[in-house]
């Protein structure tokens, strides 16, 4: 419903609704400290729920004024959209500065931007890695598909004042999260970082306001979706063999299961935007598009990609070549019904 809803109102309880089953997905069936991260999740998502609740009554109270276009208040997101981009609102821009940022700042918390992302790291490893995908892959990127179906259509004045400090954050989280990923000891946590540092270039598409970097940031959404989601089940059924989240732990696994290396494999090179895989697309989009307006920007999120193919090639390395270290003789290949999950997404990532 969030991504269908053309009434603001509507879209703000789903939009909030998402917060309890996940709360309950984490809480009830993650890891050791899975109540401290739901709660986490839940008081940073709130909070910035919140914030936008008051945009949003702000939004209907500018649309309800006697003088407005409207004869009363609206919820109406394409009659609010039409007048903003026709300058029929004739509201003082810092109003609208003001909604703005309190529909951004939930839309930031929930992406995640940094650095309102200190949440997700704890929720994605605490959780079951079907319950991280969901949170990745699918609910997250409300955030981002919020920031260009609300930010941009409603307030396009105030999207092109705060763009190049969005564009800021979001090449701080790129850069942030790539050398986060290379230290971390925690397979789990380091496959979280990885996608603080995805969803900066989505936002970087998406503020950079070109045809090519926005079309890219929206292809973006759909490849990371897949190829986060396809990571994060591997590495779960690693996890569950193996009964360790640490690095340290494993090595020379391609040896006893080398269907579920090769897989590893092909999944953590689409992560690292590996021509010839889907998110090569998208990221090559996001960063010609930005280049045309935000030249340094687009180098310095250039530059990250080398970061991403040391945390990506460093994992594998450690996990699954060399010697077979004691406890992963014991970890077996994927069995018919896990390939079943992983191979279409495998599939998805060549075909898109």
């Given amino acids: 419903v969030s991504f269908l809803a ?11 609704a998402m917060l309890i089953p996940m709360y309950f997905l984490i809480g009830g069936f993650g890891g050791t400290e899975r109540t401290r991260a739901a709660v986490k999740f839940l008081l940073y998502n709130l909070f910035g729920g919140l914030v936008m609740l008051a945009a949003v009554i702000g939004l209907y ?3 309800a004024r006697p ?8 919820f109406d997101l394409r009659a609010i959209a039409d007048a903003a981009s026709s300058g029929g609102l004739g509201v003082d821009p810092m109003v ?3 909604l703005f940022l309190g ?3 939930a839309f930031a918390i929930k992406a995640p931007l940094w650095p309102f992302h ?3 790291p704890d929720a994605a490893v605490q959780s079951t890695p079907a319950t991280a995908v969901l949170m990745m892959s699918v609910v997250d990127k409300v955030g981002t ?3 260009l179906r609300f930010c941009l259509e409603l307030f396009p004045g105030s999207s092109q004042t705060f763009a190049p400090w969005i564009i800021t954050l979001a090449v701080i989280g790129i850069v942030y999260g790539a050398i986060l990923a290379i230290g971390q000891t925690d397979m789990m946590r380091l496959i979280a970082y990885t996608s603080i540092s995805h969803f900066g270039f989505i936002i970087l598409g998406i503020f950079a306001m070109t045809g090519q970097s926005q079309a890219g940031a929206t292809l973006y959404m759909v490849n990371h979706g897949i190829s986060t989601a396809a990571l994060f089940l591997i590495a779960g059924f690693l996890v569950s063999r193996r009964g360790s989240r640490a690095i340290a732990d494993y090595g020379g696994v391609q040896k006893v299961a080398p269907v579920l290396a090769g897989t590893f494999l092909i999944s953590g090179l689409a992560t690292l935007s590996l021509p010839g895989l889907a998110p090569f697309i998208s990221e090559f989009l996001v960063l010609i598009g930005t280049f045309g307006r935000y030249g340094v920007a687009a180098i ?5 990609l080398v970061l991403s193919a040391i945390y990506i090639l460093w994992l594998y390395q450690r996990v699954m070549t060399g010697p077979v270290r004691e406890g992963s003789e014991k970890i077996s290949d994927l069995v018919p019904r896990e390939a079943l999950v992983v191979v279409p997404l495998l599939a998805l990532l060549i075909v898109f």
Avoid: C, R, S
């Fill in 6 to 16: 053309l009434d603001v109102l509507l879209f703000y309880i789903f939009f909030e």
């Fill in 61 to 63: 109270v500018v649309t």
């Fill in 67 to 74: 003088d407005g276009p409207f004869d009363g208040g609206t």
């Fill in 96 to 98: 609208l500065n003001a």
């Fill in 103 to 105: 529909f951004m700042f």
């Fill in 118 to 120: 200190t949440w997700l």
């Fill in 145 to 147: 598909f919020a920031m």
């Fill in 300 to 304: 310095v999120a250039t530059g990250a």
